[in-house]
Nanobody, 115 residues
């Protein structure tokens, strides 16, 4: 089992920045992928960014150039640095961890971009 604890959400004005964190604990193998998804009201959960245990990254087109995903392997923690935030970035952000034993989700953290 893997447990995920997210933090860093909140209210920010358009153009502002936030950094989300997701700490993983439990039975973690050497090969894994950590992702950030988001879900806005009335919409499906969508992938925002992902990073592998070999530091390969991928991003949704809507966040490229504004968001940066990174990880601290010693802490089993993934970060999502979000800059130039827009109102359309408002959503609940979920951390997702995938390894050969299965996939796991965090509880979600609310990000609201509003003036």
């Amino acid at each position: 089992q893997v447990q995920l604890v997210e933090s860093g959400g909140g209210l920010v004005q358009p153009g502002g920045s936030l950094r989300l964190s997701c700490a993983a604990s439990g039975n973690i193998f050497s090969d894994y992928v950590m992702n950030w998804y988001r879900q806005a009201p009335g919409l499906q959960r969508v992938l925002v960014a992902g990073v592998t245990s070999t530091d390969r990254t991928n991003y949704a087109d809507s966040v490229k150039g504004r968001f940066t995903i990174s990880r601290d392997s010693a802490k089993n923690t993934v970060y999502l640095q979000m800059n130039s935030l827009k109102p359309e970035d408002t959503a609940v952000y979920y951390c997702n961890f995938i390894q050969c034993s299965g996939g796991y989700w965090g509880q979600g953290t609310q990000v609201t971009v509003s003036s």
